[in-house]
């Protein structure tokens, strides 16, 4: 069943923690995106990927960082820098001819302890 | 002034009325557009495309004015699982590429 995988659904971080979002997919998408949303509020994009081992920041990328060492899978990692990280994380991969058609996961929802 | 704004809603609405969600773009370098659906503490799935020529799908049709920068979403007949958040989508490959989502419009349908 092709499609993409966030996990987990919920994640707790306690102050001063990295945490990492894990995100995959077997869409054989090459475009691969981050976006943070909170309540009311519409996506905004932290960190996308266009090919394997490249990736460019978004628009709130402080306090984020981002691997992409496969292609099916670009981990997002919340650092203690990101000073108020309690949102709705979505994960998506880009597909149609120009990687515009957005393919999102079912999200992680991170609270902080 | 946001790159993409849409009615700040909610919209409350008996079943089989018709309803219209209007987005508006800043940036006229826009090249591709499209609207998702967003149910509560969902992902968003895309719900269609818009092209320049106006498309349709069903009870839903979207249309694209480049010249005023305005995109919509008409629902006809609406149905108790339309309820949802609309959001609008804008695409531009200006400076590279970049994805704007609009806030969402939220849609009650009532019985």
């Known amino acids: 069943d092709g499609g993409i995988t966030q996990s987990p659904k919920y994640l707790f971080r306690k102050e001063g923690q990295n945490v990492t979002l894990s995100c995959e997919q077997n869409l054989n998408h090459d475009a691969m995106y981050w976006y943070r949303q909170d309540p009311g509020q519409g996506l905004r994009l932290i960190y996308y990927s266009q090919i394997v081992n490249d990736f460019q920041k978004g628009d709130i990328a402080e306090g984020y960082s981002v691997s992409r060492e496969k292609k099916e899978s670009f981990p997002l990692t919340v650092t203690s820098a990101q000073k108020n990280p309690t949102a709705f994380y979505l994960c998506?991969?880009?597909?149609?001819?120009?990687?515009?058609?957005?393919?999102f996961g079912s999200g992680t929802q991170l609270s902080v302890l | 002034r946001k790159e993409v704004e849409q009615d700040p809603g909610p919209f409350n609405v008996p079943e089989g009325a018709t309803v219209a969600f209007n987005c508006t773009y800043s940036?006229?370098?826009?090249?591709?557009f499209f609207w998702y659906r967003q149910d509560c503490r969902k992902e968003p799935k895309l719900l269609m495309s818009v092209y320049s020529s106006g498309n349709e799908d069903g009870r839903f049709t979207a249309q694209l004015n480049r010249a005023s920068q305005y995109i919509s979403l008409l629902i006809r007949d609406s149905k108790l699982s339309d309820s949802a958040t609309y959001l609008c989508v804008v695409n531009s490959h200006t400076g590279g590429f970049k994805t704007i989502f609009g806030a969402g419009t939220r849609l009650f349908v009532k019985a």
């Open positions: 998506a991969s880009g597909g149609g001819a120009t990687n515009e058609k957005l393919f």
């Open positions: 940036n006229s370098a826009s090249q591709s």
